[in-house]
């Protein structure tokens, strides 16, 4: 009976132990959290730094120090864990990036978007395989298959354009933030797709059947996905339209924003489709219609709510990459050939470069073609900046990385253990020397006062909120409706169709819009009307044009 009642204490002493490390662990976390904010915001004038740079760099001096007093046992306060990095980092980042995002340039810019995103991350992908498979080959870094090459295209192909978004203005740069935000998003949402149809078919044996079966795959998931996410969106904007929750309580409306927001990405995995996709456009369906039917305190509370939880979000994924980067069990199986893993890295990184080059440049031109106007072409000097922000990497890639080539957080042949430390270097590397290089770089190309004026033909129009004068309801929530800024003419042939079909599309959406979406899911100019609210002594005035 002793010896039983001892074993239990021995237990309970080492679960306790074990739960006091965790706490310390978090405690230790969130110290730096804060201290990555605190320093990101003292180094905010200068620019050259910003809060991924300032938390990757706090993330690997942490990590050395723990390497040091563990005795080179470990780098890590946390394990990291791909459900962690996409079930709960992942969300509230790109669902913000729907919700904040300048729809009238978004959607104004719509096609050449889908072609940089989508078509132009194909090719990138394509482009990173070939050159892999030809040259891994030759290296005789282990048994990799064709699947395994695939994947490393889907895993490079996936930028992190957060550090440019944080230099370039919306209000100056109109073009080409909405260019490179708007690539960012579908780029990591196709990424992910792709990285998804290849791990679900064995491509060892592949012939046109299995070929045809993985494009109609990956096109399924690509448009379900976003019908999943604008269905998600039009239901919050109904039961809140409908049920009024604003007559009794505007923490029960706001609680339903944020869960439905997340169950639209939590029904997509469910369903195995692409999160990423179906929370973004659910950020943007509910910044139309929903944030529009809810009182003017959960407009403020919930359009805050969701940019703080984002940026949270945001500093732990670029911390916990840092430690993670010097986790010694990575290391040491590569520890005996380091030339190789800086062979590989190196070889990734040029293959990134070129994979990026080979589809920037050529759909840029293809995309002005289709543009009449000289201010709305992409001139070189954008292109390259579209070029130099899609070359950094960043949690996407790791945690595709990770996904790919470790088993439970672990990594056991050393042809994966390069993959994964390969990813850690040109993460690293591309994060921090590419994102310091960037605000120079962008003022070298861009000078302020010579650009300006080609700003004032994006940002002029009346229709266009004013972050001066309503800094916090205005800013990011443009309509749909604003797609033009003006009136739009009926197209008059089929020609004007063909010659002008962001305009037309634009002129049929806002007419189906304003007589059946708006009444129906509400929305600017259909506030509902709540008793007592700031509706009732302003009475709302439709805006539809």
Known sequence: MEAYMSSIGSKLQMLYTSDHASVVS?????????????IGHLLEET?????????????????????LISGGKSSRLLVFSEDLFFIYLLPPIIFNAGFQVKKKQFFRNFMTIMLFGAVGT???????????????????????DIGDYLAIGAIFAATDSVCTLQVLSQDDTPLLYSLVFGEGVVNDATSVVLFNAIQSFDLTNINAVIAWEFVRNFLYLFL?????GVLTGLVSAYIIKKLYFGRHSTDREVALMILMAYLSYMLAELFYLSGILTVFFCGIVMSHYTWHNVTESS???TKHAFATLSFVAEIFIFLYVGMDALDIEKWRFVSDSPGTSVAVSSILLCLVMVGRAAFVFP????????????????????????WWAGLMRGAVS??????KFTSAGHTNLRANAIMITSTITVVLFSTVVFGLMT????????????????????SSDPATPKSVTVPLLGEGQDSLDDLGGRDIPRPSSLRALLTTPTHTVHYYWRKFDNGFMRPMFGGRGFVPFVPGSPTERNPPQNQWH
């Open 26 to 38: 978090m405690n230790l976390f969130v110290a730096l959290l804060c201290a990555c904010i605190v």
């Open 47 to 67: 620019r050259w730094m910003n809060e991924s740079i300032t938390a990757l760099i706090i993330g690997v001096g942490t990590g050395i120090v723990i390497l």
């Open 122 to 144: 194909l090719i990138c992908c394509a482009i990173i395989s070939i050159g892999a498979m030809q040259i891994f080959e030759k290296m005789d870094i282990g048994p990799l």
């Open 224 to 228: 379900t996905s976003t019908m999943l």
């Open 299 to 301: 407009r403020v509370t």
């Open 363 to 386: 759909l840029s031109f293809v995309s002005n073609l289709s543009k009449k106007s000289p201010n709305e072409k992409i001139g070189f000097r954008q292109q390259f900046i579209i």
């Open 398 to 403: 790791m945690a595709l990385a990770y996904n």
């Open 439 to 458: 605000k120079p770089l962008i003022s070298i190309l861009l000078p302020h006062p010579k650009y300006q004026s080609r700003s004032l033909s994006f």
